[in-house]
């Protein structure tokens, strides 16, 4: 699945674009009745938590220079479970026997649901909540709350619109970085008539046609809209998806903007599309994340040389930002584990996490300034800059069945619009169906 190789690859940012990362270090905290301030009574000594997470490798041992933070400053003993690809298959049976970890990092909010379904997940208590309050847009308590009660909190990014290009393409066609969508299909020509496939679009992995169609819907309709959409609370056949789509087919339905044509374009996937922009040549753009940085220069780019980002640019009245992420929970009541949820949400702890390679933090008080590298900070700032905009990826806050499936669902049916893109009409019937059938 996507997450664990996005996992993988933004761990591997460090290599990438970081090159080195400053040791983690505390800022100066402030008080609070569950995470004492540095120097005073560790009043968690003696006490043992465990946190489970998907993260393995160099992604581990940085999450394990925050737990250590964290233990220093509360005196509270942390181990570190790592889930696996599949974090639900890795919780439920540790759940059914009654033996969960006291913290667990999901990496979809739509989990937080299932789990207090299940009466698996402890509400957050106040003092964690206000930490939230005072760090987080009210967009993000939402995404960890269930029946108004809060849950969960994300405590970890991947900034999924930008627009990786090739300088020597665009030199070659003499274009420079669109800010409006209309410049981009401008621009695309401009690369086309120069000899060069405009777009590398990763067709064979359906989640990046979903990453696409988000960034597009949220600048055409509006973060209300956005919301809506995401809960099924209107229609796919609604004409502000219609807009949407009409907006990607001035991209896919022209065969010299996409890279071997459509059907080509149908046979490649991620991070086989990242190849054919910066290891062969044969296109200039690629849609997708920040982890693109990694597979640019496992092809031979520099990032910030040969390989170079622009913000998605606007299609609409919204500067799209979309972010994907992961959500801490407590599957425990202990005054550990919410000291511990206290400590990931505030801006001291994601300081430290922050000052690490390969991380972006959605608190809104973590200074960009943290990063370790230029790349790093100025998509932080995109976050920041985007405040109340912000939204999380759709496609993983609906049903896996309809956002989440290979081969199913809404990343199927993006792929048949790629490949028949005149019938518009037919790709939103086909997606309303699929929703009303995952909404049940």
Not at 19 to 38: D, F, K, R
Not at 86 to 101: C, F
Not at 296 to 319: C, I, L, M, N, R
Not at 393 to 417: C, H, I, R, Y
Request: charged share 20%; with cysteine.
């Amino acid at each position: 699945m996507r997450k664990a190789r996005a996992a993988a690859i933004l761990a591997g940012l460090a290599v990438a674009v970081a090159a080195c990362g400053n040791a983690p270090t505390t800022t100066q905290p402030t008080a609070s009745e569950s995470a004492p301030a540095t120097g005073g009574a560790k009043t968690l000594q003696g006490v043992k938590l465990e946190v489970a997470a998907k993260w393995t490798g160099q992604e581990q041992k940085n999450f394990e220079q925050v737990l250590k933070a964290f233990s220093d400053k509360t005196g509270a003993e942390v181990t570190y479970a790592s889930t696996g690809e599949d974090t639900g298959a890795y919780l439920g049976p540790r759940i059914q026997g009654q033996n969960p970890p006291d913290v667990a990092i999901l990496p979809q909010p739509g989990l937080v649901q299932q789990y207090v379904q299940q009466n698996a997940l402890k509400p957050l208590t106040d003092a964690v909540t206000t930490e939230i309050d005072a760090n987080y847009t009210p967009y993000w308590k939402e995404l960890g709350s269930v029946d108004d009660k809060v849950y969960g909190v994300l405590i970890k990014a991947a900034h999924k619109s930008l627009v990786w290009y090739s300088s020597q393409a665009y030199e070659d066609a003499g274009v420079q970085p669109a800010t409006t969508w209309d410049e981009l299909v401008k621009n695309s020509q401009t690369i086309a008539d120069s000899g060069t496939a405009p777009f590398s679009l990763c067709g064979a992995s359906g989640w990046t046609l979903t990453d696409l169609f988000e960034n597009v819907y949220l600048s055409t309709a509006g973060p209300e809209n956005y919301d809506k959409l995401a809960k099924h609370e209107i229609k796919w056949t609604d004409p502000t998806v219609t807009t949407a789509l009409e907006k990607i087919q001035q991209i896919v339905g022209k065969q010299e903007f996409l890279v071997d044509g459509t059907s080509g374009t149908m046979q490649t996937d991620f991070p086989g599309c990242v190849s054919k922009v910066y290891s062969t040549n044969k296109a200039a753009m690629i849609i997708e994340a920040d982890f693109v940085a990694v597979e640019a220069v496992q092809s031979g780019a520099k990032v910030g040389e040969e390989a170079k980002y622009f913000p998605f640019p606007k299609s609409g009245d919204t500067a799209p930002v979309v972010l994907g992420g992961d959500v801490a929970v407590a599957m425990k009541d202990s005054p550990g584990a919410m000291a511990l949820l206290q400590f990931l949400a505030s801006k001291e702890g994601g300081e430290v996490w922050a000052k690490l390679p390969g991380y972006l933090s959605p608190n809104k008080n973590v200074s960009p300034d943290n990063y370790p590298d230029e790349l790093t900070k100025q998509l932080g700032q995109t976050i920041i800059s985007a405040g109340d905009a912000v939204r999380y990826d759709m496609s993983d806050l609906a049903p896996s069945a309809f956002g989440g499936t290979d081969g199913k669902g809404e990343w199927k049916v993006l792929q048949d619009f790629v490949r028949k893109p005149t019938d518009i009409k037919g790709a939103q019937e086909a997606l309303e169906a699929e929703a009303a059938k995952a909404w049940k």
